[in-house]
């Protein structure tokens, strides 16, 4: 068999390193076969393409020393900054928040991990662990990890020295350039050759090519030069309307914190590519930054019914109809779930949940014991700690302090775990581990609200006033519309003026 | 709608001068502005109360810089100008309450010093001191006396060196007695506020009483050429025992023909007391302390604002007129007269900085401060008639000055007073409705009530079972942040802080029992030593005080050259004990390889 036909067809074949070592024999016949050198080059960067759409994460330095910034307090409901503000959203009083500040989402994605914390310590504070953390900046090492393997020698040397070449003679081939482009931003994840190259090779082909604009733009904008990368992606939308470019723009729009913008540029995306899932999903989740969940869950109904098995659609409604006090709903959602295979910790986690306060109690155990058995070392805790959920619905508390103890023991940063077990000791009447327990999980988390409230009505009622005030106002701080901690204040306001 | 209002806000004032490196900490009662060269070129006399660090001065400034300065001996709580005689230039003194005595500055210079006079001394404590001088009683019996004196008449009545005795440290006592007892004892009371009053003309440059109230419980109004005492009136009753002493002070009228004072007291009264009068007349009982008040010249009214976030106003009878409830603390107030639009208006410094000017009770401005004002005052400045000064907590200084052409909007209603009723009635509560699926399910749930119920207890019961096995294991591998019963009452929480790969673990311990110490632990780390290094791999813990959180930290490097990231885990241990007490597995985050791209 001819060896070029051979290494094309373990390529279709997404048989990349057999394709890439017929490559390197061919080339070390041949080394000025541009053909095999493409190949290679192609099968190299396959190796190792990651969907940045998806994986795109915003690094801490990102959040920070941000000088796109417009508003300092943006208006209500037009910024992802802070989702508390936004009219009609869900509270943290029936749908709890995550550790960055937001009412958690049916899926976990990069995004709904990177709240924007108030402070750099906060930030640095959340628990880093190998699943949570997140990167320092967008172009840090684990990027490049995802991306490339540049970071692993190669024998004989890398397969193109980038600092030898000579762009200029490659632009103005556009059957070279651009898979030469693709190799050195995903394989070598060089931006600034990268970079280099977009801007010869737009040059040469007189700035037609729309697909070199959403290249440069692309380039602009891991560089982080937002305003530059909307010019490139607006001219490139001129020329050619694709999804792409659509929700490339869109990422601009949110990396600039300009949700409004965002949405409108997938609007239009939607006018071109009528019901378009990718358009559809990214308008929900920008709802859902914005924590306008009733407008989030009716574009995810939308995908559902273009797309009846979209993972993330379902998810996301079946949350959003636990959390609306609708469990049935959810459950009904979940076992779609199950029915198309999916088969995890998470999924009977939440199964078992929406069996027993939808009242199905006959399932809700075993839920539950399938979920233990499928529990990884990261989400066992959460497990064990629903499970004592279930045993304070049952009114066995000393299965529901088990429970969370074992929760503690697997994760010993479960602010949420330490909160209950608090309220179960203040139960038995011993407040000093009450309180221990309360102090734990606010130090913990100190986005919940409940430690506080707890800590201040346990202050309050030994006569610790003092401190009760104190502790009301962090838990008034986390959630200013908590009723019953305003009115905790207002009581003890009372007892400080009165005279 | 809200930023129109703003900008319309604005306008009515120009930032005349911003130093935020002033570093002046003072009080309203504090600050004055007089015209003290009688050059027409009005000085701010402010007295700067110091960090704690620095000292007490008194500061002139003249125009926007400081003009001089002069040492104060103690911290002041008043400054008061005040013209003292007829004689010309026109030049005004300057009053400085600090302790018992009042210091009067003539031109900056001190020029009097006038003391209030001393109280009578009960008669048993002064023959108690006068037997340790003579060595008939020992120092143990004095104590013993004197306590049994305090008893009876209260502490307040004693002399101040008796209550200094009282207040030693037993082992300092001899020689506290071998110092003093060689001194006469004084009783002497200490100025709490002062104000000014009108002599005999309503003039402006006119001849002012001085108007000042004391710790025991009196006013006392003294004549500005002699020092005397005009008149004295006492706050409290002559049979009740109780002191009332006042806390801000505000007198207006002529002393020579009709004059009210009025005090708010620490107790929460609102006392009136009037010419002729040896005793005061309760007007109101405050529902909470004053913070801060102001007479109103027209009709006496009197505006108050309260610790409870609220300014009230009473009438000359003290009759409630209106209770305006704050968006914050009070800090300050100063009345703001404009006497082209013939009235006067009310300043509040807020809390957090906010400044609102009250025409009566409706708001007619607002004004942004950096931080809380503490010292607020309105009045001529340098050439200009109407300038707002302004002292925030952290000691900067702001001069604002009202434009001429300025005129605040006191007709316009305000919308807040006129709320829509039945606005609650309105809003809907979004109650899902119950879906079919879920009538479905109860009848599910109904038809099989009796094999549900059993299921689920059986699973209950298994659940029971795995718990316990769990809970065993976990106890048995010591995989416990916190001891169960029993044993120790030791909580441990870690964290991680970071970027990598050098990171700083931080371990608390806390001690959860009510009583019992914990002694002879430590905490040990377990690692994998290709992975981590650690700068202690074994931290000795002190005493464990019950209540108290015990940080220790430990720095922790990354020394794996891939980027892995592997589990720490943590234990408590004791000595001599082969298992350890508590134990946490930590997982390590992964450290971004920034510094090695």
């Known amino acids: 068999m001819d060896p070029i036909f051979l290494a094309l067809s373990l390529y279709k074949k997404r048989c990349f390193e057999e394709c890439v070592s017929t490559c390197t024999e061919l080339l070390d016949k041949n080394p000025f076969d541009q053909a095999v050198w493409v190949l290679k080059m192609k099968a190299l960067t396959e190796q190792l393409y990651v969907d940045d759409l998806e994986a795109e994460e915003e690094g801490i330095a990102e959040a920070f020393m941000d000088n796109e910034t417009i508003a300092e307090s943006a208006r209500p409901g037009t910024s992802l900054k802070n989702p508390g503000t936004s009219q009609g959203g869900s509270t943290q009083g029936y749908r709890p928040w995550t550790q960055t500040g937001r009412p958690v989402s049916g899926v976990i994605r990069p995004g709904t991990q990177t709240a924007r914390p108030g402070t750099m310590e906060q930030a640095l504070r959340t628990p880093r662990t190998s699943k949570t953390a997140r990167p320092s900046t967008s172009q840090s090492a684990r990027t490049i990890r995802l991306g490339t393997a540049s970071m692993l020698s190669e024998p004989g040397g890398p397969f193109i020295q980038l600092s030898r070449i000579n762009l200029g003679n490659y632009a103005a081939k556009p059957a070279l350039a651009k898979p030469l482009f693709l190799y050195i931003l995903y394989h070598e994840n060089n931006i600034r050759h990268a970079l280099q190259l977009a801007v010869l090779a737009t040059q040469a082909c007189e700035f037609k090519d729309w697909w070199w604009k959403v290249q440069l733009g692309k380039c602009y904008y891991s560089l982080g030069l937002m305003r530059e990368a909307e010019q490139q992606f607006r001219s490139a939308l001129r020329q050619h309307q694709c999804i792409e470019t659509f929700l490339r723009l869109g990422r601009v729009y949110i990396r600039l914190d300009q949700p409004l913008s965002a949405l409108d540029v997938c609007r239009t995306g939607l006018e071109y590519f009528p019901k378009e899932v990718t358009l559809l999903t990214e308008i929900a989740r920008i709802f859902e930054g914005l924590n306008n969940m009733t407008m989030s869950v009716k574009y995810y109904r939308e995908i559902v019914t273009e797309d009846s098995t979209n993972v993330e659609a379902i998810a996301c409604i079946g949350m959003h109809h636990f959390y609306t006090d609708q469990p049935e709903m959810a459950l009904r959602f979940y076992r779609r779930l199950l029915q198309m295979g999916l088969y995890n910790a998470e999924l009977f986690n939440n199964l078992g949940l929406c069996c027993f306060y939808a009242q199905q109690y006959d399932m809700t155990l075993s839920c539950f014991q399938h979920a233990l058995s499928l529990a990884k070392d990261d989400d066992v805790a959460d497990i064990w700690y629903n499970i004592g959920l279930i045993a304070i619905g049952v009114g066995d508390t000393r299965l529901a302090g088990q429970c969370l103890r074992l929760a503690i023991s697997s994760d010993s940063g479960h602010a949420p775990a330490y909160n209950n077990l608090g309220v179960l000791e203040l139960r038995k009447g011993r407040m000093n581990e009450a309180r221990a327990f309360f102090q734990a999980a606010a130090s913990l988390a100190p986005y919940l609200f409940e430690p506080y409230f707890n800590h201040s009505a346990l202050s309050h009622k030994i006569g610790d006033l003092q401190a009760s005030y104190i502790v009301i106002q962090k838990a008034l701080e986390a959630y200013p519309n908590h009723i019953p901690s305003q009115e905790l204040l207002h009581t003890l306001e009372k007892h400080f003026t009165i005279i | ?597």
């Not at chain 2, 009136?233 to 806390?247: D, F, G, N, R, Y």
């Open chain 2, 1 to 597: 709608m809200t930023s129109l209002r703003n900008l319309e806000y604005e306008q009515l004032w120009l930032n005349a001068h911003t130093d935020t490196r002033a570093a002046v900490y003072t009080f309203s009662s504090c600050i004055t502005l007089a015209d003290l060269n009688a050059d027409g070129d009005f000085k701010l006399i402010v007295a700067d109360l110091g960090t704690g660090s620095t000292n007490v001065k008194l500061k002139v400034y003249k125009g926007t810089s400081l003009h001089s300065e002069t040492a104060l001996l103690d911290v002041p709580t008043g400054v008061v100008s005040f013209y003292m005689d007829f004689s010309e230039p026109r030049m005004p003194a300057i009053a400085v309450a600090s302790g018992s005595n009042i210091y009067i500055y003539k031109n900056m210079r001190p020029y009097f010093k006038f003391s209030l006079p001393s109280m009578d001394v009960n008669p048993l404590e002064k023959d108690l001191w006068m037997q340790v001088r003579e060595e008939q009683i020992e120092v143990g019996v004095l104590m013993e006396l004197l306590n049994n004196l305090r008893l009876e008449i209260g502490f307040a009545q004693l002399s101040t060196q008796s209550q200094h005795l009282l207040a030693q440290d037993p082992t300092t006592v001899p020689s506290f007695v071998q110092q003093y007892c060689k001194v006469p004892i004084k009783r002497q009371t200490v100025v709490t506020c002062v104000t000014t009053l009108k002599k005999a003309l309503a003039d402006e440059k006119a001849v002012s009483c001085l108007v000042v109230g004391t710790e025991s419980g009196e006013i006392l109004v003294l004549d500005p050429e002699a020092f005397t005492i005009l008149e004295k009136i006492k706050l409290c009753h002559q049979e009740s025992s109780t002191l009332i002493v006042p806390a801000v002070l505000s007198a207006f009228g002529l002393h020579a023909v009709e004059f009210r004072i009025v005090a708010a007291c620490r107790d929460g009264s609102l006392r009136l007391a009037r010419r002729g009068w040896t005793e005061s007349k309760l007007l109101v009982q405050l529902p909470a302390q004053p913070v801060a008040m102001t007479v109103s010249p027209e009709n006496a009214s009197i505006t108050i604002a309260l610790m409870n976030q609220t300014l009230q106003c009473f009438s000359k009878k003290g009759k409630l007129q209106w209770v305006v409830t704050l968006p914050a603390a009070a800090c300050a107030l100063c009345p703001i007269p404009l006497p082209h639009q013939s009235t006067t208006l009310v300043a509040v410094s807020l809390n957090g900085g906010l400044l609102q000017l009250y025409n009566g009770r409706q708001l007619v401005d607002v004004i942004k401060a950096p931080q809380s004002v503490s010292g607020l005052v309105f009045g001529k400045f340098g050439q200009e008639e109407n300038a707002l000064i302004m002292f925030t907590v952290d000691g900067s200084l702001l001069v604002k000055i009202l434009k001429r052409t300025a005129h605040f909007n006191l007709q316009g209603g305000s919308t807040s007073a006129n709320v829509v009723p039945g606005v609650a009635q309105q809003i809907k509560l979004q109650i899902p409705k119950k879906t079919r699926l879920f009538l479905d399910q109860t009848m599910r749930e109904r038809d099989n009530c009796v094999m549900m119920h059993r299921t689920f207890q059986r699973d209950l019961f298994q659940l029971r079972v795995d718990v316990a096995r769990a809970c065993v294991q976990a106890l048995q591998s010591c995989n416990n942040p916190i001891s169960l019963e029993g044993a120790e009452p030791v909580k441990l929480s870690a964290q991680v802080l970071g970027l990598g790969p050098l990171f700083k673990m931080v371990i608390t311990l806390q001690n959860i029992s009510a009583s019992t110490l914990i002694q002879d632990i430590g905490i040990l780390f377990h690692f994998d030593d290709k992975m981590y290094s650690m700068e202690k791999p074994f931290i000795k813990v002190p005493i464990l005080l019950p209540g108290v959180e015990y940080p220790y930290e430990t720095m922790i490097r990354n020394i794996s050259e891939l980027a892995l990231s592997d589990q720490i885990r943590v234990m408590v241990v004791r000595e001599g004990q082969t298992q350890p007490v508590l134990a946490a597995i930590i997982n390590m985050p992964v450290c971004d390889l920034l510094g090695m791209v």
